[in-house]
T-cell receptor, first 115, second 115 residues
Framework: KNQVEQSPQSLIILEGKNCTLQ??????????LRWYKQDTGRGPVSLTI?????NTKSNGRYTATLDADTKQSSLHITASQLSDSASYIC??????????????FGRGTSLIVHP | ETGVTQTPRHLVMGMTNKKSLKCEQH?????MYWYKQSAKKPLELMFV???????ENNSVPSRFSPECPNSSHLFLHLHTLQPEDSALYLC??????????????FGEGSRLTVL
């Protein structure tokens, strides 16, 4: 069964500090991994996408890594800002027979940035 | 603004009521989705429509009835719901169901409370 596990479940940090969120998955056959940011009361918005051959990808202060061998990904946030307070969801997609893709969602990590 | 609009944003209904959730996308996408988001749980896929045809029904109870009159509009008709159906219902769209790297574009969600 395809599964995505995220840790920690919640995290509180001070503004300006860095943090790293983890995602472990058992999804096969692997197609891609996305990190979404979901602000309170809003829908999720994609931050990055990682395919099998990519190890690192940055989007501003967000840097995602992927280790396809150990089936782990991380999202590193540098110099956190109050606006980074949100839920961060790891989504891993498998390719099903017939060509459609099947995304599996993690529960998310709730990040709170305090001033 | 993600290009996916959901109405209403908030809905309170009794167990004997009939109501509908509406989703409209302005992105020219061909695939639309309904997801359920409950507290502390991963997003649960409910229905998928690809080119107006329902391609997936994820064992959703019949008290939830989807309708997709065209590629831009998606409805979720609700009747005789249970309190455990209270959740955030997210609509999403993507260019095509069968694109492995396809990003999901989410609406803001409809927060449903069943009394």
């Amino acid at each position: 069964k395809n599964q995505v596990e995220q840790s920690p479940q919640s995290l509180i940090i001070l503004e300006g500090k860095n943090c790293t969120l983890q995602c472990n998955y058992t999804v096969s056959p692997f197609s891609n991994l996305r990190w979404y940011k979901q602000d309170t009361g809003r829908g999720p918005v994609s931050l990055t996408i990682m395919t099998f051959s990519e190890n690192t990808k940055s989007n501003g202060r967000y840097t995602a890594t992927l280790d396809a061998d150990t089936k782990q990904s991380s999202l590193h946030i540098t110099a956190s800002q109050l606006s980074d307070s949100a839920s961060y969801i790891c989504v891993v997609s498998a390719v099903a027979s017939g060509g459609s893709y099947i995304p599996t969602f993690g529960r998310g990590t709730s990040l709170i940035v305090h001033p | 603004e993600t290009g996916v609009t959901q109405t209403p944003r908030h809905l309170v209904m009794g167990m004997t009521n009939k109501k509908s959730l509406k989703c409209e996308q302005h992105l020219g996408h061909n695939a639309m989705y309904w997801y359920k988001q409950s507290a502390k749980k991963p997003l649960e896929l409910m229905f998928v429509y690809n080119f107006k045809e329902q391609t997936e029904n994820n064992s959703v109870p019949s008290r939830f009835s989807p309708e997709c009159p065209n590629s831009s509009h998606l409805f979720l008709h609700l009747h005789t719901l249970q309190p455990e159906d209270s959740a955030l219902y997210l609509c999403a769209s993507s260019p095509h169901r069968a694109k492995p790297a396809g990003e999901l574009f989410f609406g803001e969600g409809s927060r449903l409370t069943v009394l």
